[in-house]
């Protein structure tokens, strides 16, 4: 059986899209951290890895982005969104009230800024890797005067009680993870593929320019996200992920023209979507005939070179 890194400990919401990619609970390999997820994956100690990437509150997840861009070579292979369900989970029987500490994800906390503010205005908050180790170390402590933020599932899993439900700011908080590994999936026809440019030169129009290729072969833009290089301030690169897979005429021609013009490009992945196709949306191998044979003219041209 396949081993499946994901970000651990048990009962976190990577193992919830783990678990959704099809992948049996016995096959996971509970990791510490992003990294080392993406390390164990890298250096072959796991088949496939499973992290987040993405918070629809609070945006892209940057030790994900950043890792995928500068440490491993691997490649998105699928992704899945998960619906975010918060609870206060505490020793049972303890008021609300009562905690003076609340440990979690700093997405988490982010994402009960207002129920924290109105209910526990003066306690601490204390960011840890996950909303399962923060469960998992109220559980240790012992202390009734802490709780975590976390799953329903983590509450579970460390026999603790939930004091409070429903604390998120919002009903409509998703997450989505993206399933890491060494392949390309075959085009599906309702794909998704995803790169990381570097411009090189910070000139007025330069991203414009960038864009521009996209938009000439009406391409859409599902993402686009700016992150600092890192190496000087003020220096970022872009993470793309534009509708249509590797195989397609026009995203290949895309990636080229990319490739050519930008030079420093890292592709992300090419792979399937995480929503069902709309039953309306056209068919757009049409448009990539269109490429084919425009290549093939110009083709026939310069084979009459002399």
Same mark, same amino acid.
């Given at each position: 059986?396949?081993?499946?890194a994901?970000l ?6 990577t193992?919830?899209?783990a678990?959704?990619? =099809?992948h049996?609970?016995e096959a ?20 496939h &890895? ?9 945006g892209?997840?940057?030790?994900t ?11 998105i292979?699928a992704?899945v ?5 918060l609870?206060?989970?505490?020793a ?13 994800? /700093?997405v988490?906390?982010a ?8 209910h ?6 204390? /960011?840890?890797?996950?909303?399962a180790?923060a469960a ?7 202390r009734p ?5 976390a799953n329903?599932?983590a509450v579970?899993?460390y026999?603790? &009680?939930?004091?409070?439900t429903d604390?998120?700011d919002?009903?409509s ?5 993206v399933?890491v590994?060494?392949s390309?999936?075959?085009?599906t026809?309702?794909?998704k593929?995803?790169?990381v440019?570097?411009?090189p030169?910070?000139?007025p ?10 938009? !000439?072969r009406e391409?859409d833009?599902t993402k686009? !996200?700016?992150?600092p290089?890192?190496?000087?301030l =003020?220096?970022?690169r872009?993470f793309v992920?534009?509708a249509?897979?590797?195989?397609d005429?026009r995203?290949?021609?895309?990636l080229a023209?990319?490739k ?5 490009v890292?592709l992300? =992945?090419?792979? /399937?979507?995480?929503?069902?196709? /709309? ?8 448009d990539d005939?269109s ?6 003219w ?7 070179i002399?």
């Open positions: 059986m396949a081993r499946i994901y651990g400990p048990r009962a976190t919401f193992e919830t899209a678990r959704r990619l =099809g049996a609970p996971l390999l509970a990791c510490r951290d992003i990294g080392e997820v993406l390390r164990t994956v890298a250096e072959d100690g796991a088949q &890895g499973v992290v987040p990437i993405e918070n629809r509150l609070e892209g997840v940057s030790a982005l950043d890792a995928l861009a500068d440490d491993v070579d691997l490649l292979e992704e969104d998960v619906a975010v369900e609870v206060l989970a505490g049972r029987g303890v008021a609300p009230e009562a905690v003076t500490e609340v440990w979690s994800h /700093p988490a906390l994402s009960c800024r207002r129920w924290l503010r109105e526990l205005p003066d306690a601490e908050l204390r /960011p840890v890797s996950s909303t180790r998992a170390d109220v559980a240790a402590s012992g005067d802490v709780a975590a933020i329903p599932l579970e899993h026999e603790l &009680g939930a004091l409070a604390i998120a919002t009903d908080n998703h997450t989505r993870f399933q590994g060494h390309i999936p075959a085009r026809g309702w794909d593929t995803s790169l440019v570097y411009i030169d910070n000139h129009g330069a991203l414009f320019a960038m864009l521009e290729i996209f938009a !000439e391409l833009l686009i !996200e700016s992150r290089t890192k190496h000087d =003020g220096d970022y872009f992920d534009v249509g897979h590797l195989g005429e995203v290949a021609d895309a023209a990319i050519r013009t930008q030079r420093d890292k992300l =992945g090419s792979y /399937p979507r995480r929503r069902q196709r /709309p039953p309306d949306l056209p068919d757009r191998d049409a005939a490429f084919r044979e425009a290549a093939d110009v083709a026939q041209w310069r084979d009459r002399d």
